[in-house]
């Protein structure tokens, strides 16, 4: 029952949280320099024909009449229309979120599971050749740029070894059939393995420029965590009484280290979603960043708005589930 009241109390904390985001997005979209009706019509446009379609899409109103237009429809469910293709972005953006959570979940798997084991094994054999150059790695990896770290991988595995495809989520000759839009799913349900073969592929190399980052700040905290927790007296405990090294580390002290790494996986989640635009458009990803980044120099002003919105809803829940999942991680931990 306190879990479950923490819980309603957290989720409407997050009505004002998103209210101020709404606001916050709106206000800067709006300042970006441009005209939509001149982008939409086009330079040649008579100045009529510009304020009727001013007057159409509410632009000639104040922009509090506007947001307040906004946030009704943004509370109905309706996220607006794109001023480019004219379509509702509540069915267009499904496709782009669905390519941008299917990388970032790849992306964090990996990143997890390299990262928190590295970081066991660094804080384990410390001091030890292992330890150093994971923790040289992890520290080249959080100092890469990611642009940088993606042209190399399509250099070296695509064009030199032609190991793997450079862009796309699959292969033109052969698309996937979209079902739930997660191609990984789609190719299993349509019992397609060579194209769930080549959208792994695929997947590969966007997904290792994306989880580098991540990766090595989860080495790096798992890391430190550990070797804090290795130092408690009931690892001394359970090492006297004769238990075998591998058990003590990963199941009496990984648990009791988690808390820190929980935080970090959960936040740098929210920070793949928003901040795959570079990777996307290096990859040539069909997600919701290169999404955003084509509307921002359309100057598609509904598309921007509830794109940003959508990312940081998503990061906003990222953060409650993971503060609900330090109940299940720390049973020390309660909820009042």
């Known amino acids: 029952m306190a879990l479950l009241a923490y819980t309603i109390r957290r989720i409407l904390m997050l009505i004002p949280v998103l209210f101020g985001m709404s606001l916050v ?9 441009g005209d939509p009706a001149l982008t939409i019509l086009g330079e040649r446009a008579s100045e009529k024909a510009l304020t009727e379609l001013r007057e159409a899409l509410g632009l000639n109103l104040p922009w ?20 480019l293709t004219n379509a509702p972005i509540a069915k267009e953006i499904g496709p782009y979120l669905a390519a941008t959570t299917e990388l970032t979940i790849v992306s964090m798997l990996f990143a997890v599971f390299v990262g928190v084991n590295a970081g066991i094994i660094s804080a384990w054999k410390q001091n030890s050749w292992f330890d150093y150059i994971a923790m040289l790695v992890a520290l080249i990896g959080v100092s890469m740029p990611i642009f940088w770290l993606g042209l190399m991988e399509q250099w070296l595995f695509a064009q030199e070894l032609k190991w793997l495809p450079s862009v796309g989520r699959d292969s033109s000759r052969d698309p996937v059939t979209a079902i739930t839009q997660f191609y990984i799913i789609d190719a299993m349900l349509a019992g397609r393995w060579d194209q769930l073969r080549d959208v792994i592929e695929h997947l590969i190399l966007p ?11 989860i080495a790096r905290i798992t890391r430190a965590s550990m070797l804090e927790v290795m130092r408690s007296d009931y690892i001394r405990t359970a090492r006297a009484k004769g238990l075998a090294q591998f058990f003590v580390v990963y199941k009496h002290a990984l648990k009791n280290a988690l808390i820190p790494v929980l935080t970090v996986i959960g936040l740098q989640v929210g920070s793949l979603i928003g901040g795959a635009v570079l990777t ?11 999404y955003i980044y084509t509307a921002i120099g359309n ?3 509904p598309v921007i708005q509830s794109g940003v919105l959508v990312i940081a809803t998503i990061f906003v829940l990222i953060n409650l589930l993971v503060d609900l999942l330090y109940a299940y991680v720390d049973p020390r931990i309660k909820y009042r």
């Open 207 to 217: 997904s290792i420029a994306l989880g580098t980052i991540p990766m090595a700040i």
């Open 25 to 33: 997005v709106f206000s800067i979209i709006h300042a970006i320099p």
């Open 280 to 290: 996307e458009t290096i990859f040539g990803w069909p997600g919701i960043g290169r």
């Open 64 to 83: 509090y009449q506007q947001y307040f237009a906004y946030l009704k429809n943004i509370l109905s469910g309706d996220l607006g229309t794109s001023l």
């Open 299 to 301: 100057r598609d002003y």
